[in-house]
């Protein structure tokens, strides 16, 4: 049931050649899943040659049959959503409904960025004399290598590829080591669809030897990462040797308003819904909620109530409804903010501990009235833990959610035009929500800005981000 775990190379499946792996192991059992194979240096040199063929013959191929085998990857991964959805919830943990919306919105990437590819315009200057021809024009940036994480297995790597496919390019993806069958099944589809040799490429390793080597080689040009601001600030700097370029999907602390003119209790309905959803491993997961002082209680006592409520088990089991975390590391850190917090003065409303069962379960867990002082308003947890703290007025509240350094997701309840008004404009954030939780859509823009990185992923800017602009200019001659 679980995937044949392979890389990509040069359009074969293999297990490389270094006879070293890792096991992958299910979060909600804490059995082994499959032994990972990693990627002795000869495969990567092995990956880099073939991507750079594949770049040559996907670049000659024209933009719509590109576009036509693009599309055909997606019409086989929504065939196949069900069967990658269950090798998700095996590694990631997450409860299979979860799982299935995300491959199929993984397929709905494709197809966007498979249309985009076909609208990469370049234009026409006017020129200042006669027969003077000014031309741009935009082309794939050249072989990109990618680094993605292990929360969303198959929406994140999708976000890269289809990017660079769509304009062009090939692509080295190194997926998580802890989550890499959903990377394999999601390659198998595209390469299926009928790819040309080495225009994918997918290898799994230490995750610092596999970026070191790859970002420092002369024929990668384009960086896309998602993960940790720590991680993507050292992948920068390699980076930075052979001035290639990045873009960087990193930490976000989302804050949420919500304000007193709205209906508290259904909104810590939605809030809390969205909040532990993947288990709260998300980057624009809800996480420091602000709430009018006249609303307060009530919003504790309603978030509290669905919190404790929800019901926790292995993602495969139907009546689950938020799964174990991915991994050991991220129980340790629950503990440590948990502890931290009570230490500091915070009141935990519900959870702030582990079930007494196996796998790496942590209870939903709400932190009420918590100081400045705790590590957790500084840090992102990543985790089912949700922060409500007290506001009184719109600008105490805006300087609040400004106060980190993060800046990905920002979200906000309130009926008044003009809060809203000022909340789109004086949130530091690279998405704003104002009375629902929806984000991350094909064709809206996703991103940060300050430590939350830069470039967006998805809507019509997303393609730039594998693309060049060439100049052309030319007098008859
Ligand atoms: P981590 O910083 O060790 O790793 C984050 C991701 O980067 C992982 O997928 C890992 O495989 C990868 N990675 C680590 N070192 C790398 C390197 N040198 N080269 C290439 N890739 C590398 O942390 P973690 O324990 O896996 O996750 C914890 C933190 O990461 C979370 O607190 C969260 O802030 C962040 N995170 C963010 C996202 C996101 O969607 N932006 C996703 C996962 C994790």
């Given at each position: 049931?679980?995937a044949?775990?392979?890389m990509l190379?040069?359009?074969?499946?293999?297990?490389?050649?270094?006879g070293?792996g890792?096991?992958?192991i299910?979060?909600?059992?804490?059995?082994t899943?499959?032994e990972?194979p990693?990627?002795?240096?000869?495969?990567?040199?092995?990956?880099?040659?073939?991507?750079?063929?594949?770049f040559?013959a996907?670049?000659?191929?024209?933009?719509y049959?590109?576009y036509r085998?693009?599309r055909?990857g997606?019409e086989?991964?929504?065939g196949r959503?069900?069967?990658?959805?269950?090798?998700?919830?095996?590694?990631?943990?997450k409860?299979?409904?979860?799982?299935?919306i995300?491959?199929?919105?993984?397929a709905?990437?494709?197809?966007?960025y498979?249309?985009?590819?076909?609208?990469a315009?370049?234009?026409?200057?006017?020129?200042?004399?006669?027969?003077?021809r000014?031309?741009v024009?935009?082309?794939p940036?050249?072989?990109v290598?990618a680094f993605t994480?292990?929360n969303?297995?198959?929406?994140?790597?999708?976000r890269?590829?289809a990017?660079?496919?769509a304009?062009?390019?090939s692509?080295?993806?190194?997926?998580?080591e802890?989550?890499?069958?959903t990377?394999v099944?999601?390659a198998?589809?595209l390469?299926e669809?009928g790819?040309?040799e080495?225009?994918?490429?997918v290898?799994f390793?230490?995750p610092?030897?596999?970026?070191?080597?790859l970002i420092?080689h002369?024929?990668?040009?384009?960086i896309?990462f998602t993960?940790?601001?720590a991680?993507?600030?050292?992948?920068?700097?390699?980076?930075?040797?052979g001035?290639?370029r990045?873009t960087m999907?990193?930490g976000?602390h989302?804050?949420?308003?919500?304000?007193?003119?709205?209906?508290a209790a259904?909104?810590?309905?939605?809030?809390a819904?969205?909040?532990?959803?993947?288990a709260?491993?998300?980057?624009?997961?809800?996480?420091?909620f602000?709430?009018?002082?006249s609303?307060y209680?009530?919003?504790?006592d309603t978030f509290?109530?669905v919190?404790?409520?929800?019901k926790?088990?292995?993602?495969?089991?139907?009546?689950?409804?938020?799964?174990?975390?991915?991994n050991?590391?991220?129980l340790e850190?629950m503990?440590?903010?948990?502890a931290?917090?009570?230490?500091k003065?915070a009141?935990?409303?519900?959870?702030?501990?582990?079930p007494?069962?196996?796998?790496?379960f942590?209870?939903p867990?709400v932190?009420?009235?918590v100081?400045?002082a705790?590590?957790?308003?500084h840090?992102?947890?990543f985790?089912?833990?949700?922060v409500?703290?007290?506001?009184?007025t719109?600008?105490?509240?805006?300087t609040?959610t400004n106060?980190?350094?993060?800046?990905?997701a920002s979200?906000?309840?309130?009926?008044?035009?003009?809060?809203m008004?000022?909340?789109?404009?004086?949130?530091?954030a690279?998405?704003?929500?104002i009375?629902h939780l929806?984000?991350a859509l094909?064709?809206?823009?996703?991103?940060g800005?300050?430590?939350?990185g830069y470039?967006?992923e998805?809507?019509?800017?997303a393609i730039?981000?594998?693309l060049?602009?060439?100049f052309?200019t030319?007098l008859p001659g």
């Amino acid at each position: 049931m679980y995937a044949n775990l392979e890389m990509l190379i040069d359009g074969k499946f293999t297990r490389g050649s270094s006879g070293k792996g890792e096991p992958v192991i299910n979060p909600a059992t804490e059995q082994t899943l499959a032994e990972l194979p990693h990627a002795a240096k000869s495969d990567l040199e092995a990956a880099v040659a073939a991507a750079e063929k594949g770049f040559a013959a996907w670049k000659a191929m024209s933009a719509y049959d590109r576009y036509r085998i693009l599309r055909k990857g997606a019409e086989i991964m929504r065939g196949r959503a069900d069967a990658i959805a269950k090798v998700l919830t095996m590694e990631q943990g997450k409860v299979l409904a979860e799982a299935k919306i995300e491959v199929v919105t993984s397929a709905d990437i494709l197809d966007w960025y498979a249309e985009e590819g076909r609208r990469a315009y370049g234009r026409i200057i006017p020129g200042r004399m006669p027969g003077l021809r000014q031309m741009v024009i935009k082309e794939p940036v050249g072989i990109v290598a990618a680094f993605t994480p292990w929360n969303f297995p198959a929406l994140t790597p999708m976000r890269k590829i289809a990017g660079a496919l769509a304009a062009g390019c090939s692509i080295i993806l190194k997926p998580s080591e802890e989550t890499p069958g959903t990377a394999v099944e999601v390659a198998r589809c595209l390469q299926e669809a009928g790819l040309p040799e080495g225009a994918l490429n997918v290898v799994f390793g230490v995750p610092a030897e596999v970026s070191s080597y790859l970002i420092a080689h002369p024929k990668v040009r384009k960086i896309s990462f998602t993960g940790s601001t720590a991680v993507g600030k050292q992948l920068m700097k390699l980076a930075a040797d052979g001035m290639k370029r990045t873009t960087m999907e990193l930490g976000g602390h989302a804050p949420v308003i919500v304000f007193d003119d709205v209906d508290a209790a259904s909104v810590a309905k939605i809030a809390a819904g969205g909040k532990y959803r993947n288990a709260g491993q998300v980057c624009i997961s809800p996480t420091r909620f602000f709430v009018h002082e006249s609303k307060y209680k009530q919003f504790v006592d309603t978030f509290t109530e669905v919190a404790s409520g929800l019901k926790l088990g292995d993602g495969l089991d139907a009546s689950t409804q938020m799964g174990p975390m991915a991994n050991a590391r991220r129980l340790e850190a629950m503990d440590m903010f948990v502890a931290d917090a009570k230490a500091k003065g915070a009141a935990v409303k519900t959870g702030g501990e582990r079930p007494a069962n196996q796998g790496f379960f942590y209870k939903p867990t709400v932190l009420a009235d918590v100081p400045l002082a705790a590590r957790i308003m500084h840090e992102e947890p990543f985790g089912p833990i949700a922060v409500v703290n007290r506001f009184d007025t719109l600008d105490e509240a805006i300087t609040e959610t400004n106060r980190l350094p993060f800046g990905l997701a920002s979200y906000a309840f309130t009926r008044s035009a003009e809060t809203m008004q000022r909340l789109g404009l004086e949130i530091d954030a690279g998405m704003t929500t104002i009375n629902h939780l929806g984000l991350a859509l094909p064709e809206v823009p996703f991103g940060g800005v300050r430590e939350s990185g830069y470039g967006t992923e998805g809507g019509s800017e997303a393609i730039e981000a594998y693309l060049v602009t060439k100049f052309i200019t030319q007098l008859p001659g």
